[in-house]
């Protein structure tokens, strides 16, 4: 996702908040069963090189999960939070297979 409306309709959609990122996911409902995902990071939790570093980590994390556990149909976006950097790989991984089970629901 890159446009800024597609980030603003996932902000109305479900959201399950984990210690290293926010999980918004919102049905698109067009019909396409392709699975859309976006990232953002706030200047607040660091500079550029932070803030990159962030969404590498969560662009290896969604390419692992979401093919598996993500929502067919919908726009997932996962919002950077401090404890993303910090975080060990294998927990971030957990946090987002909870975080997927959380909004299916």
Known sequence: MTKRRDFLAANSGKRAPMP???LLVKARGD?????RVGYTVTKKIGNAV???RIKRRFRA???EILPQSGVVGADHVLIGRSDGL???FAQLKADLTKALAKVAR
């Not at 019909?31 to 699975?35: C, K, L, R």
């Open 61 to 63: 994390l969604a390419r």
């Open 20 to 22: 290293g990122f926010v």
């Open 31 to 35: 019909g396409d069963p392709a699975m």
């Open 50 to 52: 932070v803030r990159n």
């Open 86 to 88: 910090t975080r060990d």
